[in-house]
Nanobody, 120 residues
Framework: QVQVVESGGGLVQAGGSLRLSCTASRIFNINTMGWYRQTPGKQRELVADITSGGSSNYADFVKGRFTISRDNAKNTVLLQMSSLKPEDTAVYYC???????????????WGQGTQVTVSS
């Protein structure tokens, strides 16, 4: 059974940094991995994603502050968040496009979410 597990959220003051980590396991193959975030009453929004080839994509509101990277050997994606603002407060969700076994199609899997709180 596929697992997507996040870690690294927490409480930080404005201007500080946090690093989120997400690892997928029990998979056959993995393609794009990335991070979304969600606040109460709002839709989940893309923060950043990265392909298996290393091409990354960022939302305008994090460009220059967040960096996404991945370790393909470990099926892990990292999100380094710097210069955090109170408006970055949200639950951050990892996602991964995964093929669970050789005969299956590709599916999107989500982590359980990790809270990031930025105090002013």
């Amino acid at each position: 059974q596929v697992q997507v597990v996040e870690s690294g959220g927490g409480l930080v003051q404005a201007g500080g940094s946090l690093r989120l980590s997400c690892t997928a396991s029990r998979i056959f193959n993995i393609n794009t991995m990335g991070w979304y975030r969600q606040t109460p009453g709002k839709q989940r929004e893309l923060v950043a994603d990265i392909t298996s080839g290393g091409s990354s994509n960022y939302a305008d509101f994090v460009k220059g502050r967040f960096t996404i990277s991945r370790d393909n050997a470990k099926n892990t994606v990292l999100l380094q968040m710097s210069s955090l603002k109170p408006e970055d407060t949200a639950v951050y969700y990892c996602y991964a496009r995964i093929r669970p076994n050789p005969w299956s199609e590709w599916f999107d899997y989500w982590g359980q979410g990790t809270q990031v709180t930025v105090s002013s």
